[in-house]
């Protein structure tokens, strides 16, 4: 029984080296979630909860199943993109681009537009701020109210991670050609824009209200 479990663990070894999660430097922690992803991508919905006696629904689980396998794999693919720029490594890009597309948003006008909540956003805004990337200023019509923008440092920033941030956005994309891209990009629009509508009015909602509310059956 030791020797099997042995080899088979060997075996699983094996497979996570010839994997694309394997760097030369993966770690225990590595493999560990390397291992969890893996038993998540081939259970199904179906198989989770069969013996639950609960009412499944396969589609909608699929799809929340493979947005967040997507998540995790961008965000690893991020961080490998953006590893000579580690001032932007985690969510600190999306703060440097959106301040690029719309200069002197507000902290709170930041954090909404990138979807994050209060305290995530404020620690993100605070790290590139001590980074010297961005600069705030006194709102003019509201005192009490901050306005961010990109410092000379942040500007030059964004124009060297340019290039790295497009190269990944390209492996994001996968194989995709061009007519699947342009039906991906218009479903994932129509999605958020759904998700932007739930994330600003129903922030003190539980998640059975929003439900009945905007009709998810």
Known sequence: MQTDFIIDLLMQV?????????KPNSS????????????????CPTKLFK?????VSFTE?????????????????IR?????????ANEEFTYL??????PYLTKIQLIEKNGHEKQTGTQIIKRLLEARLLEEKNDDEDKRSKRLNLTE?????????????????????????DHEKNELLNILKKLNEF???????????DIFEIGKTLNCK
């Not at 689980?61 to 693919?77: A, D, F, M, P, T």
């Open 61 to 77: 689980n699929e799809i929340c199943k493979q947005v967040l396998l997507l998540g995790r794999y961008s965000k690893l693919l």
């Open 80 to 88: 490998k993109g953006l590893s000579d720029f580690p001032d932007l």
């Open 195 to 205: 998700h932007a509508h739930v994330y600003t009015d129903y922030k003190n909602s």
């Open 28 to 43: 225990v922690e590595d493999f560990r979630m390397w291992l969890n992803d893996k038993k998540y991508t081939e259970e």
């Open 14 to 22: 094996k497979e996570f080296e010839n994997s694309h999660c394997y």
């Open 51 to 55: 013996n639950e006696n609960h009412q």
């Open 153 to 177: 440092r942040g500007k030059e920033m964004f124009h060297e991670s340019v290039n790295n941030i497009n190269q990944t956005s390209k492996i994001l994309s996968g194989t995709l050609n």
């Open 97 to 102: 681009y959106r301040l690029k597309d719309e």
